[in-house]
């Protein structure tokens, strides 16, 4: 099973600013990577997959880029409603995991 | 517009079965150009995918070692719905569990409302 570790487990960030949130994954997965983003009480929304490809109606502020075992989710102007947790996800291999998750805190 | 609804009881005793159902509305469950899953949600375990089911002329299932045999999903494909079913649940299967839809690759794009099990005598 591919080990999915993601770092900071919280990013404290002012509005207008930029986040990068980082992902890294335990063997290769090639370019088989999604990130979701969660907010309380609400289920994951898909933002990103095929490592850079955003999902549909995502805004243009969020982005993905990396391959192999180390891959990068920026959001270039933090806007009030990015606040929440991030997620980062392979699927190259059986079964899909998760990281722990990226808290992005106002700061 | 897909839309997958959930149900099912928020408290299983401890040995006893979960079951829930997500039924689903803007697509067809033997599309085959789709896969259907359940995923679940705890502090402790964070988020893991446990199975998928699929139509490709036939039906196929994939599930998570973790939850090993005690894992069944069914579609039923005259109510246009899938179940979740898992034996013998301990405390630790206490979480959210989610159904979700991808689009031919394990990424969730369409996702249920969640439902809250407990597991607790």
């Known amino acids: ?107 | 517009q897909v839309q997958l609804q959930q149900s099912g009881p928020g408290l299983v005793k401890p040995s006893q079965t979960l079951t829930l159902t997500c039924a689903i509305s803007g697509d067809t469950i033997s599309s085959n150009s789709v896969a259907w899953n359940w995923i679940r949600q705890s502090p402790s375990r964070g988020l893991e995918w446990l199975g998928r089911t699929y139509y490709r002329s036939k039906w196929y299932n994939h599930y998570a070692v973790s939850v090993g045999s005690r894992i069944t999903i069914n579609p039923d494909t005259s109510k246009n719905q899938l179940s979740l079913q898992l034996n013998s649940v301990t405390p630790e299967d206490t979480a959210v569990y989610y159904c979700a839809r991808d689009q031919g690759i394990a990424v969730a794009v369409n996702w249920g409302q969640g439902t809250l099990v407990t597991v607790s005598s």
């Open chain 1, 1 to 107: 099973e591919t080990v999915m570790t993601q770092s900071p487990a919280t990013l404290s960030v002012s509005p207008g600013e930029r986040a990068t949130l980082s992902c890294r994954a335990s063997q290769s997965v090639s370019i088989t990577l999604a990130w979701y983003q969660q907010k309380p009480g609400q289920a994951p929304r898909l933002l990103i997959y095929g490592a850079s490809t955003r999902a549909t109606d995502i805004p243009a502020r969020f982005s993905g880029s990396g391959s192999g075992t180390e891959f990068t989710l920026t959001i270039s102007s933090l806007q009030s409603e990015d606040f929440a947790v991030y997620y980062c996800q392979q699927y190259d291999n059986w079964p899909p995991t998760f990281g722990q998750g990226t808290r992005l805190e106002i700061k």
